[in-house]
């Protein structure tokens, strides 16, 4: 069978990979994502487990696909060559449901609204930098609550007209629930009334 089991295309060239097992980081690890439970660690635990409960029983146990973990850094900013991308790596993805993670650690999105198909098959837990550019704040919230291990938060042109005091509070919320945000950035983000809240 197929031995590459973890695939690292992203740009960072100084990117190393956490071994949270043993503590230390290695520019290539055989453990890449630690946070989702679609990582390729957490596929070939469940696997050797049914393996073990099929061999008890006595019947061969099937082949599954093997387990493989793309990591990838993602710009979703509508040239053609990013849809084309998109749209081969979509296809994958559904081709190789349960065995093909991908793991986006840097995700920065161009108008949110045309982007929104393309996120459900993103495994958005795994998302530790997020930059969006020109997206209403309902929008911002729905994916804050889902971007739970974030170390940087960078939000660009989010017009004003989409603030009301409910929605703020529960932007508020999210982020209060980063416990791992150590950065934040907010350009032409309008806080009128509101920099003491924040």
């Known amino acids: 069978g197929p031995k590459l089991r973890i695939l690292d ?10 071994c949270s097992e043993i503590g230390t980081a290695f520019p290539f690890c055989f453990q890449s994502c630690i ?8 596929i070939e635990a469940q696997h050797r487990v049914r393996c073990l409960r ?31 991308f998109l749209s081969f790596l979509c296809s994958k993805i559904q081709q190789n449901v349960g065995s093909l993670h991908v793991c986006c650690r840097d995700l920065q999105i161009d108008r949110m609204s045309g982007h929104k198909s393309i996120l459900q098959f993103l495994d958005l837990g795994c998302i530790e930098n997020l930059e969006v550019d020109q997206a209403n704040l309902s929008e911002v919230i729905t994916l804050l609550a889902q971007v739970i291990h974030l170390n940087s938060l960078t939000l660009c042109n989010i017009p004003f007209k989409t603030y009301n005091r409910r929605k703020f509070r529960s ?4 982020l209060g629930r980063l416990d791992h945000l150590q950065e934040l950035s907010l350009s032409f983000f309008c806080l009128t009334d509101q920099l003491h809240k924040l």
């Open 171 to 174: 932007f508020l919320l999210c």
């Open 54 to 84: 099929i061999g008890n029983s006595g019947s061969e146990p099937q082949s599954p696909q093997e387990p493989m973990e793309l990591l990838v850094d993602i710009s979703l900013n509508s040239t053609l060559r990013t849809e084309q």
């Open 35 to 42: 946070y989702s439970q679609h990582s390729i660690l957490k």
């Open 9 to 18: 295309l992203r740009s960072d060239l100084v990117c190393k990979t956490i």
